[in-house]
């Protein structure tokens, strides 16, 4: 029996055999926190950026909803995950994996909180933006973390597409529809998440070994890795200022946009240089460190120009 099995039926035994010992703040930390706090903060970009006028309530409450259903996904997530949540450090103090959630209420939470999610934004704004959460909620529940993740070192390049699709969603509560701008504020997280997760990887790389997690510094080695964080940072550095071509995005965006996507790609060159020893790691972290600034810029221009009534 593996060592993932073995856990896995720890757990079960664990479940069955005691009264929930949870908290509020459990509950809350099965919803992934930090997760939704990208995943508002996307959704409102493109809500906010998109052409039309949104009622403000309606704008609350789909927001709401949008978030609920992210935190839905992330709590399916550590249901399937708690075996390898358990075996790395940065994940075996969650609700699951530590005792103080059981596997079954969990499941119980997030299903609810998704069907209740996917009502609420249907109904108070449109068909297609409450499709697409849908979508969204089975992509990462299902296709990443029950068959993806485990399967295969493209799993976060296939994967980000959950994680691409909050923009998309909230342009859609705005329009109704999927439009060229939106798919835009889509591929830019698409293609971000590879760089920025693979970063981490190469740091992490022996605990992914040891979860039997096929991230691609484990499979296709750390080189190969470097290389494939160079070439999509490649194809990031211009797609991030697509919006500014596009229109959707002013020329404070164009500068920001231009500025921190060569930072970025420098920071990338370092991490495909740098194969060895303590700088090889520093290098890598830096990029991880910076991919979060360097998202969390773009789109924080695009909501204060239109705040001031530049771009679409």
């Known amino acids: 029996m593996s060592v993932v099995t073995e856990r896995q039926s720890g757990f079960e035994d664990r479940s069955k055999a005691r009264t929930s010992l949870a908290m509020p703040r459990d509950f809350l930390e099965l919803l992934k926190p930090r997760v939704m706090s990208l995943v508002v903060f996307t959704a409102l970009c493109g809500m906010l950026v998109a052409p039309g006028h949104?009622?403000?309530?309606?704008?609350?409450?789909?927001?709401?909803?949008?978030?609920?259903?992210?935190?839905?996904?992330?709590?399916?997530n550590m249901v399937y995950d708690a075996d390898i949540d358990a075996i790395m450090t940065r994940t075996r103090k969650r609700p699951i994996p530590d005792g103080r959630v059981a596997a079954s209420e969990a499941l119980a939470f997030g299903v609810i909180l998704s069907i209740l999610s996917v009502m609420v934004l249907t109904l108070v704004a449109n068909w297609i933006s409450g499709a697409l959460l849908l979508g969204t909620i089975l992509f990462y529940a299902v296709v990443y973390t029950m068959w993806l993740k485990r399967s295969t070192p493209q799993n976060i390049v296939i994967g980000g597409a959950a994680g691409a699709f909050p923009p998309m969603i909230g342009y859609a509560v705005t329009t109704g529809s999927v439009t060229w701008a939106s798919f835009v504020l889509f591929a830019i997280i698409f293609v971000w998440t590879p760089p920025h997760f693979w970063a981490l990887a190469l740091i992490k790389s022996e605990e992914y070994a040891k979860?039997?997690?096929?991230?691609?510094?484990?499979?296709?080695?750390?080189?190969?890795?470097?290389?494939?964080?160079?070439?999509?940072?490649?194809?990031?550095?211009?797609?991030?200022?697509?919006?500014?071509?596009?229109?959707?995005?002013?020329?404070l965006y164009g500068i920001v946009a231009a500025a921190a996507g060569a930072t970025m790609l420098w920071f990338a060159v370092q991490v495909y240089r740098l194969r060895d020893g303590e700088a090889a790691a520093a290098a890598a972290k830096n990029l991880f460190g910076f991919s979060i600034l360097y998202l969390t810029l773009l789109y924080a221009v695009l909501l204060a120009e239109h705040a001031l009534g530049i771009g679409l």
């Open 54 to 76: 949104l009622n403000p309530l309606v704008g609350l409450i789909a927001l709401f909803a949008i978030t609920v259903g992210a935190g839905a996904s992330g709590a399916l």
């Open 211 to 251: 979860a039997g997690i096929p991230m691609m510094p484990n499979v296709k080695g750390p080189d190969r890795t470097r290389t494939e964080i160079l070439v999509y940072t490649l194809l990031l550095a211009p797609l991030g200022c697509l919006p500014w071509a596009m229109g959707l995005g002013g020329p």
